[in-house]
């Protein structure tokens, strides 16, 4: 059960991600033809899914040699976590938490049930990553302990107590969602711009400051140059449903003013 993500994270100086919403396998074996990203992450918050998937999905990933996160929704995490971890996913993307107590909850339902871990995920019968063998009780805890765990910060309380959030052993990274950010505070990010770009910037302070990995999600390449001047090394390129639309509104734009041009 060689987690691959871990390895990133540990040795990486900067890590590149993008994300899914398709449940086709061919999508993320094609991200990782690319050879340009270390994971995928995929957007179970928002699509369709069955188990079945969520294994055609992590053999996509370990085919290539990425890793591969799901993004799950608040109200069901711990069972969609877990099934996630033992389909194959190397990684989970938590999201709604307000504070570290809470944090600290979520991260007990994807360790190991015994006193190393003080988790509560048992030892689950599946394939795990590369249809490991799960002969060794330990062998299975210790890896399933190098599950890398990431915290949405898109609530005004979670902002709030992101120092102490940042500060919860097992909280590999962090990134700040200003779109739930703004809806949270009441206003529209396009009406406070100044606002939402100082919260983001608390969360990536500190982050860095207690070694935690603050992501920021880019549309284009561009973007990071801001980023990475207030020292960000872990960018998430594009999400596959806007990659297309955006394609297909400039790109046909431009071809319907061609074709009515004189």
Not at 25 to 51: H, K, N, R
Not at 82 to 97: E, M, V
């Amino acid at each position: 059960m060689k987690n691959n993500l871990r390895i990133v994270f540990r040795e990486k100086e900067f890590i590149m991600a993008t994300r899914v919403n398709s449940t086709w396998p061919l999508i993320t074996e094609q991200v990782g033809s690319c050879g340009a990203y270390d994971y995928v992450e995929f957007l179970a918050e928002y699509a369709p899914f069955g188990q079945h998937d969520l294994e055609n999905l992590a053999r996509a990933a370990e085919l290539h040699r990425i890793g591969i996160i799901a993004k799950v929704d608040y109200a069901n995490r711990a069972y969609v976590s877990q099934k996630a971890l033992a389909s194959g996913f190397q990684g989970i993307l938590f999201t709604d938490h307000v504070g570290a107590d809470e944090v600290e909850e979520t991260i007990r339902n994807v360790r190991p049930a015994c006193p190393e871990y003080q988790g509560r995920l048992g030892f689950v019968n599946r394939r795990w990553i590369g249809n490991a063998d799960l002969s060794s009780q330990m062998d299975y805890a210790r890896d399933v302990a190098q599950t890398v765990i990431g915290f949405m910060i898109e609530k005004k309380e979670a902002v709030d107590h992101i120092e102490e959030i940042c500060q919860v052993p097992g909280v590999d990274f962090v990134q700040f969602g200003p779109a739930d950010f703004s809806m949270n505070c009441g206003f529209d990010k396009s009406k406070q711009e100044d606002a939402v770009r100082e919260a983001e910037e608390t969360v990536i302070k500190a982050a860095l400051k207690h070694g935690v990995s603050p992501r920021v999600e880019i549309r284009c390449a561009r973007e990071a140059e801001h980023y990475k001047t207030l020292g960000v090394k872990h960018f998430c390129l594009g999400s596959e449903i806007r990659i297309l639309k955006d394609f297909w509104k400039q790109e046909g734009d431009a071809l319907h003013q061609l074709l009515c041009s004189p």
